[in-house]
């Protein structure tokens, strides 16, 4: 029988993850326990299943590095596949392993746009327009953006965040106030509308006496 007899299995001692494979007496490649799994002393292999051996291997590589790289934090699709180019993975390769992890729920845009909304608005927040365009930086799509923004309401969060700021000033003049205050939210990506109707409700409160 034509091919390639193995020799020896023997585990790499800088990383036990991976075994060393010998075919007629000489090191040939190394391969992830999983993919050498099946893989027995004295097995012929020929140059058609060596190349699948070494394919499976590489999928593998890959889709360990994706799952490190998700492990620490949740990330977009996007921000996976640029991290897997810049190891230099081919295109074919990350987009196989970006669907395998979709598909396992392991990476979910959707999911990760409301959840990113919902906790800048609770630690960071800011205009619907300003998280639209952090998403779409991740790059989230149009239609996931969309969704994830669509019951924002700019006129509450500014108010919100500008209440917490009063303190800051409730001494100056009126034009000041304004002013200051505008800059601020204009900085978080709010409207001339919602800047000037949350300005003239917060001056109003600060300057209505108390009975």
Request: no cysteine; charged share 30%; net charge neutral.
């Amino acid at each position: 029988m034509n091919g390639n007899k193995i020799t020896r299995l023997a585990v790499q001692k800088k990383n036990p993850k991976r075994i060393n494979v010998y075919l007629d007496g000489n090191f040939a490649f190394g391969l992830y326990r999983d993919t050498a799994a099946w893989l027995e002393v004295g097995q012929v292999l020929s140059d058609e299943k060596i190349n699948e051996l070494l394919a499976a291997d590489k999928n593998n590589e890959v889709m360990i590095k994706a799952l490190d790289f998700i492990s620490y934090k949740a990330r977009t699709s996007q921000e996976t596949r640029i991290k897997l180019r810049n190891a230099g993975y081919d295109d074919d390769l990350i987009e196989s392993t970006l669907a395998r992890l979709s598909e396992n729920g392991l990476l979910n845009d959707e999911e990760y746009a409301a959840q990113w909304v919902e906790e800048r608005l609770r630690l960071k927040p800011r205009s619907r327009r300003m998280l639209a365009y952090e998403l779409r930086q991740k790059g989230i799509s149009s239609e996931m953006i969309q969704s994830a923004v669509e019951n924002v309401d700019d006129y509450q969060s500014a108010l919100e965040i500008a209440e917490k700021r009063l303190y800051r000033y409730d001494s100056l003049s009126k034009i000041e106030f304004r002013n200051k205050l505008g800059n601020y939210l204009a900085g978080k990506g709010y409207s001339f509308d919602v800047i000037s109707e949350t300005t003239r409700k917060l001056w109003k409160q600060i300057n209505t006496p108390t009975e």
